[in-house]
């Protein structure tokens, strides 16, 4: 029983470590290949018109990834996401504005370690909480219980489901 604590100890002290180092980081790409919700997407769609990808990294290996992109508007639909944020993306560089979109809409995450999924959402949700434009998070989901449960344990309120998708937002 002993050697079972120490064990469950060890990883229990192991998780914070990696959770405490971790950071986030922008990134110019990733491996698309990996994304398990949304892999048909590729890297330039993810980086174009006011998108970002988001990594946490930790000890030089990126454990959890987030694609979002800013619209001023909410989308039931990845076309509909384009749309809106390609849109915003213009309306903003018509007005010279560095304002992209007041809504940030995370359309993909996953983890490749334990505890990965939440932290990127907590570290995202710190950095537009401290935007000065941006005003919402909200999350372009697949109709999945996993995503449903995932958001809402994490603090989010469900908006809408729509026939292709779900919508979940973080209060800032």
Excluded at 146 to 170: C, D, I, P, T, W
Aim: with cysteine.
């Amino acid at each position: 029983m002993k050697k079972f604590n120490e064990k469950v100890r060890e990883k229990f002290e192991n998780f914070f470590d990696w959770i405490k180092g971790a950071e986030l980081v922008e990134l110019n790409d990733c491996d698309i290949n990996e994304d398990p919700i949304r892999p048909e997407l590729d890297v330039k769609f993810r980086t174009s018109f006011g998108r970002k990808i988001f990594g946490v990294k930790y000890k030089k290996e990126i454990c959890a990834i987030m694609c979002f992109g800013f619209t001023n508007q909410i989308p039931k639909t990845i076309n509909e996401f384009d749309l809106m944020t390609r849109d915003a993306h213009l309306q903003s560089a018509s007005w010279r504005s560095k304002d992209i979109g007041k809504i940030a809409i995370a359309y993909t995450v996953w983890s490749k370690k334990k505890g990965g999924g939440k932290l990127i959402v907590k570290e995202v949700f710190k950095k537009i909480k401290k935007s000065n434009h941006l005003n919402r998070l909200v999350t372009l989901s697949p109709l999945t219980e996993m995503a449903r449960n995932f958001h809402l344990r994490n603090g989010a309120k469900e908006l809408q489901v729509n026939e292709e998708s779900q919508n979940f937002e973080y209060k800032i």
